[in-house]
């Protein structure tokens, strides 16, 4: 059952059925929160209010059609500062739409986005797109997961052991991840990555495994408190509640005129 809300302004979507529960804003096409049944709520969101036209923090925004920064353009792209439209919802799921013109390119450059979330015991978020511009062109995309912790002190990781990343907090150097990863430390990592994962939070009690799809990078990211103090939209103490976990492909995909490009991920949470 889909359920029409307002929150923060920003219209929401609420999809309930006797597995869980999610919240979705058309604002960004932005997974707000999924909560299982009889569990406790899987993402963090902050309690500040984003500005009139910025980015809602916490959740799984998503970044397209680029990650990070590029000149003259928006963060991360546009399509989380974007309002997305209600295109099919059903008794488990339910599909988001976005299209318009490629910003940064010249005219006659049409994208269609999509996103479809199924919930059954596990959530399912699938995000698709394509553009009619004629030549290929390059993409990158993330589902920026914001999971809700006790602690980074309280996280074991496992799956991310031993892999090549990029460390953007050491100007991009190029690493291998420990064999035991201090959740806590700050972390800004784009760690090569097509395989699953598994969050173990014994404040919590809880275990939350990613099983990610035509993805191949894990970036891991946990700022520091000194950085946390400059951004604005995370509420005080935030920062110690959430870790950072996201599917993406950053290798600059080239994706040909009217070609489907797929990137999807399914998280499962357990009692260990």
Same mark, same amino acid.
Not at 144 to 172: C, I, M
């Given at each position: 059952?889909?359920?029409?809300?307002?929150?923060?302004?920003?219209? =929401?979507? &609420? %999809?309930?059925?006797?597995?869980?529960?999610? @919240?979705?804003?058309?604002?960004?096409? *932005?997974?707000?929160?999924?909560?299982?049944?009889?569990?406790?709520?899987?993402?963090?969101?902050?309690?500040?209010?984003? *500005?009139?036209?910025?980015?809602?923090?916490?959740?799984?925004?998503? =970044?397209?059609?680029?990650?990070?920064?590029?000149?003259?353009?928006?963060? $991360?792209?546009?399509?989380?500062?974007?309002?997305?439209?209600?295109?099919?919802?059903?008794?488990?799921?339910?599909?988001?739409? %976005?299209?318009?013109?490629?910003?940064?390119?010249?005219?006659?450059?049409?994208?269609?986005?999509?996103?479809?979330?199924?919930?059954?015991?596990?959530?399912?978020?699938? %995000?698709?797109?394509? $553009?009619? $511009?004629?030549?290929?062109?390059?993409?990158?995309?993330?589902?920026?997961?914001?999971?809700?912790?006790?602690?980074?002190?309280?996280? @074991?990781?496992?799956?991310?052991?031993?892999?090549?990343?990029?460390?953007?907090?050491?100007?991009?150097?190029?690493?291998?991840?420990?064999?035991?990863?201090?959740?806590?430390?700050?972390?800004?990592?784009?760690?090569?990555?097509?395989?699953?994962? &598994?969050?173990?939070?014994?404040?919590?009690?809880?275990?939350?495994?990613?099983?990610?799809?035509?993805?191949?990078?894990?970036?891991?990211?946990?700022?520091?408190?000194?950085?946390?103090?400059?951004?604005?939209?995370?509420?005080?103490?935030?920062?110690?509640?959430?870790? =950072?976990?996201?599917?993406?492909?950053?290798?600059?995909?080239?994706?040909?005129?009217? @070609?489907?490009?797929?990137?999807?991920?399914?998280?499962?949470?357990?009692?260990?």
């Amino acid at each position: 059952m889909i359920k029409e809300y307002i929150w923060q302004d920003k219209p =929401c979507l &609420e %999809l309930n059925t006797p597995l869980g529960q999610l @919240q979705i804003s058309l604002w960004g096409g *932005q997974l707000l929160q999924w909560v299982p049944k009889n569990a406790a709520p899987v993402f963090w969101l902050s309690r500040i209010p984003p *500005q009139p036209g910025k980015p809602i923090r916490g959740g799984i925004p998503v =970044c397209w059609p680029w990650f990070g920064g590029k000149e003259g353009y928006e963060s $991360h792209g546009w399509a989380r500062t974007s309002l997305w439209t209600l295109e099919h919802s059903d008794e488990q799921s339910l599909t988001l739409s %976005l299209s318009g013109s490629l910003k940064h390119l010249p005219e006659n450059s049409r994208y269609e986005i999509k996103q479809r979330f199924v919930l059954n015991d596990t959530l399912t978020q699938i %995000l698709s797109f394509k $553009h009619e $511009h004629p030549s290929p062109v390059f993409f990158q995309t993330a589902l920026h997961s914001y999971f809700s912790v006790s602690h980074p002190s309280n996280v @074991q990781l496992k799956g991310l052991e031993d892999k090549t990343y990029k460390d953007k907090l050491a100007n991009y150097a190029v690493k291998r991840t420990p064999n035991s990863i201090d959740a806590n430390l700050p972390w800004d990592a784009t760690i090569s990555n097509m395989e699953g994962w &598994e969050l173990h939070d014994s404040g919590l009690n809880r275990l939350i495994k990613c099983q990610p799809s035509n993805a191949d990078t894990t970036v891991l990211w946990h700022p520091s408190d000194q950085t946390t103090q400059a951004m604005t939209d995370i509420h005080p103490g935030g920062n110690s509640e959430y870790l =950072c976990l996201e599917t993406a492909n950053l290798e600059d995909i080239s994706v040909p005129p009217g @070609q489907q490009v797929t990137l999807a991920h399914t998280i499962s949470v357990t009692t260990p």
